[in-house]
């Protein structure tokens, strides 16, 4: 089995390695914060100080931070995992992020003759959990062949998308879809209610038609019945709306409504909601139309 | 079997006045242009010159019409509906209108010992063929009883939303859902094309996760095939939206979503595209791209 090298032990982070270590990989784990540290030591992993010891360490290298800041001091840092890659290693970089970023480590990567793969996912912390995540790929199809056994532990649907920084990309497009999807969904359900139509019969009569999506099966019954503990956060598909705009400025494709709902997660986090799932983006509409409960 | 008005012969209305023909009912037509009238003649209808003439033979009077003021015309105007409306008779206004409309007109028809439904459809021009028509309908328990053998002529799912101008509040929400959700996959897939990665298998990874709609599916393969005869027309979801700004007005319901998306449906009709699908919508932000014509 390959040692794999993991960065980043936060809420996804965590059953990840996890579930990696179940499946026979001796791992090293670095973290900012001690105790999830601790805990993966428990269960059989090595800890190393930096990014760099854990890559020399190891044949695969995975990280699974918080933002874009963090994927490049842990890649390009002064005691980063590139510092310490050598030829025939593999670094999977798992995050949300730009996916500018994706290409310029798969370029560096290349630099010293390793591979390298931009592999976001989407599924939330059950996902992680069960090892059932959606794994959405960007790089070279040898690579991916190379990468497979391990992304087949932490992921259901495992997909490569196409070269470097597609698998952010198209993480970029689920996050739009379902930004924007919700703030249908918010509309429609607040006009209902403003309305004095029940939308609890609007939802039900609304799934059998064209207006049917995952989103208003589950986040719109979340809207209904107020169940805004996460889930997936409102301040992280923030941050992945942010990115998302910042690949339609690169690619010059302007995203009118995906910036609309940035806007009004703003003002959803303003409000007291960063940490809220992101369904209570209808508790803004609601404020809108003159109802200021966010928990009513 | 009780003898049906039924006024507006358009796309819709041709083949559900043929369908109650077919069920058994004695059918008295209205129509402005005669062709339609001449081709239900031939199927056993008969035609009568005005609203009120066709009301005053029939015991239920169904309209099915454009947009709201030739609804306000047939029913309030002088040869109108209304004035000709006996005690017993009932009153099925089942095209997309304000839901203040179908208000105003229970509360004529009440005045008068008849009932009224608002009943807006969702399905299509092929819905309408096949009698499969979503049947969203507001209106009095009694009347909606009264309704439902006819309706189900019409239509496979016929479900009572709430009272007097219900259903047409059910289908702004399914419009305002439907429109928001097609600019949404309108985003991803332009994103995708213009970041050099294949909008069709971003579609086809989605699908799998909570981006998943029956508009990805249906209006995202669309998008991607360049299949733009309608379907439904742009120009007519448009109208759609103006009526559910409309009904957030009354109920001071800000809908900024269902607005930004009604002016790029403007834009969509401003560039020619007032007759194609709905699905269309993607040529703008095409165009919003740089990339500018709208078959390619």
């Known amino acids: 089995m390959q040692t794999v090298a993991f960065i980043g032990l936060g809420i996804m982070g965590r059953p990840m390695a996890l579930n990696l270590i179940r499946a026979g990989h001796p791992l090293v784990a670095v973290n900012r914060s001690p105790g999830p540290l601790q805990a993966l030591e428990a269960q059989g992993a090595k800890v190393a100080p930096t990014p760099a010891a ?3 360490d190891a044949q695969v290298v995975i990280t699974m931070l918080g933002d874009t800041p963090d994927v490049e001091q842990v890649y390009f840092g002064p005691q980063g995992v590139l510092s310490a890659t050598r030829a025939g290693m593999l670094l999977i970089d798992m995050s949300t992020v730009d996916p500018a970023i994706a290409r310029r480590i798969a ?9 390298a793969l931009d592999a976001p996912v989407s599924g939330g912390e059950a996902g992680a ?12 199809e040898a690579a991916f062949a190379q990468a497979l056994p391990i992304l087949e532990v932490l992921g259901k649907r495992v997909v490569r998308i196409g070269p470097s920084g597609a698998g952010q990309v198209a993480k970029a497009c689920n996050q739009i879809i379902v930004a924007v999807t919700l703030e249908a969904v918010g509309e ?5 209610k403003r309305a004095g139509v029940d939308p609890e019969v609007v939802r039900e009569a609304l799934l059998g038609g064209f207006a049917q999506s995952r989103v208003l099966e589950v986040h ?6 107020r169940q805004f503990q996460p889930g997936f956060r409102a301040e992280l598909h923030r941050k992945d709306l942010r990115i998302a705009l910042a690949a339609g400025r690169s690619a010059q494709a302007p995203l009118p409504a995906t910036a609309l709902v940035h806007e009004l997660l703003t003002a959803l986090m303003a409000r007291g909601g960063a940490g809220l799932d992101h369904s209570a983006l209808v508790t803004v509409l609601e404020a809108l139309s003159g109802q200021s409960d966010p928990a009513g």
Do not use: F
């Open 107 to 115: 370029e560096a990567a290349r630099d010293a003759g390793a591979g």
């Open 188 to 192: 429609a359900l607040t006009l209902a």
């Open 54 to 56: 854990a890559a020399r």
């Open 129 to 140: 959990r069960a090892g059932e995540l959606s794994i959405m790929v960007g790089g070279d």
């Open 220 to 225: 719109g019954l979340r809207m209904l019945q």
